[in-house]
């Protein structure tokens, strides 16, 4: 049987790679499995060896300690990889294929997957709807940050790449179609956006840019990006977008300046819930990017919201954020009527598209992103540069089978 070695978080900052069981059909007690999960057996699972597998800004919340997530939690939900075994249960997924995995685990079989809300299935998390492997709360499912995963419904969850060879040509594009693509496309989509809007998205981290390059993709016509690092602005000036520099005052002026007038068709969070507020040596204002989409957006207008908000913040700036409890100007929404859109984006429900326009050369997706290929061994250093605000996207490449 093959090692195994995964990303593991330790303590708030510090995250290391260890030696861990190797994956098999049932899964095991360990940090973070509910009791009701323990045991759970897999037939219809497939265990992958990882081609990528990404650091995501929402593991970044965990590894900063602003959430519960238990010391020993093996991180990692952004995989892609080679099927070399499947379950008894498994029907059309097969060895050698080559896939990508939703970060939500979905069962296919409940009223939501049914309905398309993958990212909220009933079944994988006995907790609550919704499931993602190495994740808080989501059921317990081990990350993928490491050489070898199990991925439960096989042949619900992954989508198989058509041609590998391909496919590992345009690895770095498609490795973004776990999590941040959709992602960022999702928080488009629900906005609105749609050929000649104008578009606001608040973060410049990989989840921003995406969702400004997916507002591109969709037509718009003009896309800013705020943010208050100058290296994630530049790389968003890098394809094409506007920018706003939230330390240099509020994001309506400097709106007006590039349109004419303070406000939009469409805005997008793609911060969350460590928002800080405006003008230099800002300090946390969890509701800044919420209250400030509410403001810029259009009447009759709406408001993607793909940044990760919890229920539980040990680290928050006042006792209501402790316990996801924002002070939200909700009257200036009802009195402008705008729509909302939040939660986790139901990844199937654009993975497939997507993956036909990056193969069909119309989704550059890791040049906007900055995708920088790192080892597994290299990863706690990855945590660390990602925290200071790199204007980059790492991917890991735990099996060396990305080519230099």
Request: glycine share 12%; with cysteine; aromatic share 6%.
């Amino acid at each position: 049987m093959a090692d195994n070695r995964g990303v593991v978080y330790i303590e708030p900052g510090t995250v290391e790679v260890q030696d861990i069981a190797f994956p098999d059909f049932e899964l095991k007690d360990g940090p973070g499995v509910p009791p009701e999960n323990v045991g759970r057996k897999t037939p219809h699972g497939a265990i992958l060896r990882i081609v990528s597998t990404n650091i995501c800004g929402s593991d970044q919340h965990m590894v900063r300690g602003r959430t519960t997530a238990p010391s020993g939690l093996v991180l990692g939900h952004e995989i892609t990889g080679e099927v070399i075994e499947v379950g008894p249960g498994v029907e059309f997924i097969q060895v050698g294929d080559l896939c990508s995995v939703p970060f939500n685990i979905a069962c296919g079989r409940c009223r939501n997957c049914k309905e398309g809300h993958t990212g909220v299935c009933e079944t994988t998390n006995p907790a609550r709807p919704g499931a993602a492997y190495g994740y808080v709360d989501m059921g317990g499912w081990v990350g993928g940050q490491a050489n070898f995963v199990m991925v439960p419904y096989a042949d619900w969850n992954l989508l198989k790449f058509p041609d590998k060879e391909q496919a590992m040509e345009k690895i770095l594009d498609l490795t973004m179609l776990s999590d941040i693509f959709p992602t960022g496309y999702h928080g488009a989509v629900t906005a609105g956006v749609t050929t000649g809007s104008t578009v606001y998205i608040a973060g410049a981290g990989p989840v921003g840019l995406a969702a400004a390059f997916a507002a591109q993709l969709l037509g718009a016509a003009v896309v800013i990006v705020g943010d208050a690092i100058p290296e994630r602005l530049e790389q968003a000036r890098s394809f094409g977008c506007e920018t706003v520099d939230i330390t240099k005052g509020d994001p309506p002026d400097q709106i007006e300046q590039i349109l004419g007038k303070p406000e939009v068709d469409a805005a997008v969070d793609a911060v969350g819930f460590e928002a800080r507020g405006h003008g230099p040596n800002a300090k946390e204002a969890p509701a800044t990017v919420l209250n400030t989409l509410m403001d810029v957006t259009r009447a009759a207008g709406a408001i993607g919201i793909p940044g990760l908000y919890v229920t539980e913040d040990p680290g928050a700036s006042d006792e209501a954020a402790r316990h996801g409890s924002l002070s939200l100007k909700l009257g200036t929404g009802w009195a402008k009527s705008l729509s909302f859109t939040t939660g986790q984006c139901p990844v199937m429900r654009y993975h497939r598209k997507l993956m036909h326009a990056i193969l069909a050369d119309r989704a550059p997706i890791a040049k906007a992103v900055n995708a920088t290929t790192i080892t597994l061994d290299e990863a706690p250093q990855g945590y660390k540069d990602f925290d200071k605000g790199a204007a980059e996207k790492f991917v890991l490449n735990p099996n060396g089978l990305i080519p230099a």
